[in-house]
């Protein structure tokens, strides 16, 4: 059963950056890897994915701001968040795809980031 744990959310100030981690145990047939956030009152999002080939896709609303990377030996997946604004301010979820009998979504516990000054 494929399990992960995310970490680095917090505070930050507008204009700021934090990065975001999130680490895949249990199983090594994951394919894309990716985060999503939903911001309060409003629906969850996706904020970035990346394939096993690292190829990436983002919303536009964070293009040129966010970076997301992975490490597919660790299974492993960042997201660098620069010139953070408030309305990034949301709860952001790892989130991964498992292949084979037993698979399907799985999805992290979610980390706060809220952007304030």
């Known amino acids: 059963q494929v399990q992960l744990v995310e970490s680095g959310g917090g505070l930050v100030q507008p204009g700021g950056s934090l990065r975001l981690s999130c680490a895949a145990s249990?199983?090594?047939?994951?394919?894309?890897m990716a985060w999503y956030r939903r911001a309060p009152g409003k629906q969850r999002e996706l904020v970035a994915d990346v394939a096993r080939t690292g190829d990436t896709n983002y919303a536009d609303s964070v293009k040129g701001r966010f970076t997301i990377s992975r490490d597919n030996a660790k299974n492993t997946v960042r997201l660098q968040m620069n010139s953070l604004k408030p309305e990034d301010t949301a709860v952001y979820y790892c989130?991964?795809?498992?292949?084979?009998?037993?698979?399907?979504?799985?999805w992290g516990q979610g980390t706060q980031v809220t952007v304030s000054s």
């Open positions: 989130y991964t795809f498992v292949l084979g009998p037993a698979g399907g979504p799985v």
């Open positions: 249990g199983s090594i047939f994951i394919t894309t």
